[in-house]
């Protein structure tokens, strides 16, 4: 007599593929979901870097550009006009605010110090520490002594804020 031999199974049945995709699925669902949290704070590190590396150099470039300026005859740094959002200096020099930008021009050429910027602002301030009206010209930027500069970047929904404070030491040597 001939036995019969079961039939060898060598596939997934239907439910079988369904139930192992309905799974894979649930699985895929659950780490993506532990998962966006994370990506997204590294995300939000790594642009608050960006903008701050950014920020940081702007600031130090304008600190040693005013820093390096030299007193003015009447006393006070050697600027021209000084607004709440401008700077110009004596020599022709200017850092301004314009667009999403700032911009350090210097004989006519703009160089772009930040991109993304939100606000850029300046105050300015009496040897007194009283905050002095702006704008001023150059007669009356012989009055200052501190100048406060704010700047505020933002991108991808993180916002950076900066700001320094820039002492003029006049002394019939210029500021320091």
Same mark, same amino acid.
């Given at each position: ?6 039939? $060898? ?6 439910? =079988? ?11 895929? %669902? ?13 995300? &939000?590190? %790594? +642009? ?14 304008? @600190? @040693? /550009?005013?820093? =390096?300026?030299? #007193? ?5 740094? #050697? ?10 200096? %004596? *020599?022709?020099? =200017? ?9 350090? $021009? *210097?004989?006519? $050429? ?6 993304? @910027? ?9 040897? /007194?520490?009283?905050?002095? &009206? +702006?704008?001023?010209?150059? %007669? ?7 100048? =406060? +500069? ?11 804020? +900066? ?6 030491? $006049? ?6």
């Amino acid at each position: 007599m001939n036995r019969r031999h079961p039939p $060898v199974r060598r596939a997934f049945t239907l439910v =079988e593929a369904i139930a192992a995709i309905v799974i894979l699925a649930t699985a895929g %669902s659950l780490a993506a979901s532990v998962m966006t949290p994370a990506i997204d704070s590294a995300i &939000a590190a %790594s +642009l608050t870097a960006d903008l701050e590396q950014t920020a940081s150099l702007a600031m130090d470039r304008l @600190v @040693v /550009d005013l820093r =390096e300026t030299e #007193a003015a005859p009447a006393g006070g740094p #050697a600027l021209a006009r000084v607004t709440s959002t401008h700077i110009t200096w %004596s *020599d022709g020099r =200017e850092a301004l605010h314009r667009g999403d930008r700032l911009h350090l $021009v *210097d004989a006519g $050429v703009p160089h772009t110090l930040a991109r993304s @910027v939100e606000s850029f602002a300046v105050r300015a301030f009496a040897s /007194d520490g009283t905050a002095l &009206a +702006l704008p001023l010209d150059e %007669s009356g930027c012989a009055q200052i002594r501190r100048i =406060e +500069l704010s700047l505020v970047l933002a991108r991808g929904g993180v916002r950076f804020p +900066l700001r320094t404070r820039i002492a003029f030491r $006049v002394s019939g040597g210029g500021p320091g």
